[in-house]
């Protein structure tokens, strides 16, 4: 994949962290009666930002020790 791909698509990966973000905190501001959806939800949320920090680290350039 070339940088210019993995940067646009850590970039959607990144506003639907953030907007999951969002939902979740409203959900649990609002004591949503399904904790089953926010655990779901929390789990998609985990599951991008170990995606991002994987694409990121494919971003850094490799250092010869």
Do not use: F, Y
Request: aromatic fraction near 2%; hydrophobic fraction near 35%; charged fraction near 40%.
């Amino acid at each position: 994949m070339e940088p210019a791909e993995v940067s646009k698509w850590l970039e959607e990966l990144r506003t639907e962290h953030r907007d999951l973000d969002e939902v979740i905190h409203h959900l649990v501001e609002t004591h949503h009666h399904d904790t089953m959806r926010i655990q779901r939800l929390k789990k998609r949320k985990l599951k991008l930002k170990d995606t991002i920090a994987r694409l990121e680290s494919q971003l850094i350039p490799d250092m010869d020790a």
